[in-house]
C-alpha cells in the first residue's frame, strides 16, 4: 500500500491567490482527517470526515478555508484568499472504522505550504 | 480530553532504553493513552496505546501507573531513527470520530 498520499509536497504561493491542497488515503479507509502544524501553535486538527461527510470542522480557522470529500478516495483542502499567516505544513491522515472505535490514524507525508 | 504534561526533551544513549513519562493525572474511567511519534520532516506515527494494563508491540512497551496519573513509554533499545518528537495523548474510549489533540510532546534526541 502506498499509504497516505499528499499534493503536492511544497507549494509557494502569494498572499491573496487559492491554495488547493490535495490528499488520497489509504484504500478502505472510511475517516480523513487534516491537520496543520506550526511552530507557534503545533498540530492542531482542522476538519474530520466520516463515510465522505465532515463531522466536525470546529477546528477550521476561518471562512477562508474549506475542506471536501467528494469520494472515498480524494479529499481537498482549499485556502481562498491565502495570507502569510496560513503559512504551515498540512497534514492529511486516514484511518478504518466507525465512531468509537480505537484505530490507529496514518499521516501522509504533509505539504509544506509558504505564502509570501 | 484529559491534558497531558511530558518533559519538552530528553536525551537517550543509542543502545540504551529511551524511558519517556507522561503525567495525566486528570485522566478518567473511560478515557486511553495513546503514544504518537514525529521523525523530522514526517507525518506523525502511531506507536502504541492501553487503558490500564500494560502493553507492548514491537515498538515499544507502555506502562500505567495502577491509579492511571500517569505512564511511561519504554523504546527498549533505542537507536539514532528514534530520534522524534514523542506526543502522549489521552482520548476517550467513545470519541466519535477517533480525534487525536496533540501537545507540545517530547523531543527525544539519541545519540552515538
Known amino acids: 500500500d502506498a499509504g497516505v498520499i499528499q499534493s503536492p509536497r511544497h507549494e509557494v504561493t502569494e498572499m491573496g491567490q487559492e491554495v488547493t491542497l490535495r490528499c488520497k488515503p489509504i484504500?478502505?479507509?472510511?475517516?480523513l482527517f487534516w491537520y496543520r502544524q506550526t511552530m507557534m501553535r503545533g498540530l492542531e486538527l482542522l476538519i474530520y470526515?466520516?463515510?465522505?461527510?465532515?463531522?466536525?470542522d470546529s477546528g477550521m480557522p476561518e471562512d477562508r478555508f474549506s475542506a471536501k470529500m467528494p469520494n472515498a478516495s480524494f479529499s481537498t483542502l482549499k485556502i481562498q484568499p491565502s495570507e502569510p499567516r496560513d503559512s504551515a505544513v498540512y497534514f492529511c491522515?486516514?484511518?478504518?472504522?466507525?465512531?468509537?472505535?480505537?484505530?490507529?490514524?496514518?499521516f501522509g507525508p504533509g505539504t509544506r505550504l509558504t505564502v509570501l | 480530553d484529559a491534558k497531558t504534561t511530558q518533559p519538552t526533551s530528553m536525551d537517550c544513549a543509542e543502545g540504551r532504553a529511551a524511558n519517556l513519562p507522561c503525567n495525566h493525572s486528570?485522566?478518567?474511567?473511560?478515557?486511553?493513552v495513546y503514544w504518537y511519534r514525529q521523525i523530522h520532516s514526517q507525518g506523525p506515527q502511531y506507536i502504541i496505546h492501553g487503558l490500564k494494563n500494560n502493553e507492548t508491540n514491537e515498538m515499544a512497551s507502555l506502562i500505567i501507573t495502577e491509579d492511571r496519573k500517569s505512564s511511561t513509554l519504554i523504546l527498549p533499545h533505542a537507536t539514532l531513527r528514534d530520534t522524534a518528537v514523542y506526543y502522549c495523548?489521552?482520548?476517550?474510549?467513545?470519541?466519535?470520530?477517533?480525534?487525536?489533540?496533540f501537545g507540545g510532546g517530547t523531543r527525544l534526541m539519541v545519540k552515538p
Open positions: 484504500s478502505g479507509h472510511n475517516s
Open positions: 470526515f466520516n463515510n465522505n461527510v465532515p463531522i466536525d
Open positions: 486528570t485522566i478518567s474511567g473511560n478515557e486511553y
Open positions: 491522515a486516514s484511518s478504518f472504522g466507525g465512531l468509537a472505535v480505537h484505530n490507529e490514524q496514518f
Open positions: 495523548i489521552v482520548r476517550p474510549r467513545n470519541n466519535a470520530g477517533n480525534m487525536l489533540t
